[in-house]
Antibody, heavy 117, light 108 residues
């Protein structure tokens, strides 16, 4: 079964770039018809879709974040990555990666990113 | 952007009772609606997709109904492990996926 694991720095300074990677195991990113997504959840709040990518590189982004977000894929490593530029405290959240076919399933366990100096 | 609205924000229910959660969409999403359960410290888990189909391994006490703009998730007889936050999500608009604000089901 497919499993996902997020990893990256847990602390990022304001105005800098947040970078996370999701490693997919139990299945190939490039041998499926799924998209691969990032979702975030600020502490105590709800879920926000950030964007997703197909193995070919096709991306969709949340319009509210589009100007600051880039999602990329490395099929050789079976990974996909997220970059959020010019972060502020409002970007502090649990960041999840997930497989997407419209709905999201499965999800990674999440990684907490705090934006603070 | 399709706005998803869940009600109530908090639902207080006793174990063994029925819980009914609502989710509304600002425009039709057909049956492209999913429900997730999230427990503290855990990632969300898919419960329902296609508005009414249970995901693999989800007990029959969870059921989903609706189409268009009005949806419900019913838990027929609450067990202790069902106390959690529930989110709906539309995937009718593939270019802009949106979640509802969540309903917390708490022990009465």
């Amino acid at each position: 079964q497919v499993q996902l694991q997020e990893w990256g720095p847990g602390l990022v300074k304001p105005s800098e770039t947040l970078s996370l990677t999701c490693t997919v195991s139990g299945g190939s990113i490039s041998r499926s018809s799924y998209y691969w997504a990032w979702i975030r959840q600020p502490p105590g709040k709800g879920l926000e879709w950030i964007g997703n990518i197909f193995y070919s590189g096709t991306t969709y982004y949340n319009p509210s974040l589009k100007s600051r977000v880039t999602i990329s894929v490395d099929t050789s490593k079976n990974q996909f990555s997220l970059k959020v530029t010019s972060v502020t405290a409002a970007d502090t959240a649990m960041y999840y990666c997930a497989r997407r076919s419209g709905l999201f399933d499965p999800w990674g366990q999440g990684t907490l990113v705090t934006v603070s100096s | 952007e399709i706005v998803m609205t869940q009600s109530p924000a908090t639902l207080s229910v006793s174990p063994g009772e029925r819980a009914t959660l609502s989710c509304g969409a600002s425009q039709s999403v057909s049956s492209n609606l999913a429900w997730y359960q999230q427990k503290p410290g855990q990632a969300p888990r898919l419960l329902i997709y296609g508005a009414s189909a249970r995901a693999t391994g989800i007990p029959a006490r969870f059921s989903g109904r609706g189409s268009g703009t009005e949806f419900t998730l019913t838990i027929s007889s609450l067990k202790s492990e069902d106390f959690a936050v529930y989110y709906c999500q539309q995937y009718n608009d593939w270019s802009s996926l949106t979640f509802g604000g969540g309903t917390k089901v708490e022990i009465k």
